[in-house]
């Protein structure tokens, strides 16, 4: 993956060109906000997009609103989509293997830092806003979430444990239900659910 980022634009023609090669495998996106995003591919055939605890037309509608990106390719023969799980619809397929000329194609990137306006003459200096404290997250709770999580959630369960434990502040017991939320019956994520809270009692 390069380590410089690109217009938006440019990584999506990345991703069509991977998916003219029939490849099978996870593109794995990160944007200029440092958030994460995996494509799944299978022989050519975009299935599924993960992106901020979003899944395929909202994530693929919130990935559209991004300035810049990089991304890496990981093939893998274990990328068909698993049973009962709901394809990509139609719609999105086509603007992430085309589409998105239209509305990005004249897109151009500059990485800069947000300019900040100048203060008025004799006008108070703003104060500045306090950053909130990062959360801190017991490495073997996170651990051990990831491994429960990827039993149902496969290769993206690394990336969506992180992204669910930085939504509620690091707390493990509220990321279990962020993620449950992402399996697709009701009894899948109970499962889910019960193993997990199991798994973290047992580290006491």
Not at 43 to 49: K, S
Not at 119 to 128: D, E, N
Request: a neutral charge; glycine letters at 8%.
């Amino acid at each position: 993956m390069s380590n410089e980022f690109r217009p938006l634009v440019q990584v999506l023609r990345e991703l069509k060109m991977l998916a003219q090669k029939r490849s099978s495998g996870f593109a794995y996106i990160v944007t200029e906000d440092n958030h994460s995003c995996i494509v799944r591919l299978h022989q050519g055939q975009v299935q599924e997009v993960v992106y901020r605890m979003l899944r395929n037309e909202e994530a693929v509608q919130r990935l559209s609103m991004v300035s810049a990106a990089k991304v890496r390719f990981e093939s893998s023969g274990i990328a068909a989509l698993p049973p009962g799980r709901a394809p990509l619809s139609e719609g999105s397929v086509e603007w992430l293997l085309g589409g998105f000329e239209h509305d990005l194609g004249g897109q151009q990137y500059q990485f800069s830092p947000a300019a900040t306006p100048a203060p008025l003459p004799g006008a108070p200096a703003p104060s500045a806003a306090p950053t909130p404290p990062a959360a801190a997250v017991n490495p073997r709770a996170r651990q051990t979430l990831e491994q429960v999580a990827l039993n149902y959630l496969g290769p993206i369960a690394g990336m969506l444990c992180q992204e669910a434990l930085d939504a509620v502040g690091g707390d493990p017991h509220k990321a279990i239900a962020q993620l449950a939320g992402q399996l697709y019956s009701q009894q899948e994520a109970q499962r889910f659910s019960e193993e997990a809270r199991a798994a973290l009692a047992a580290l006491r």
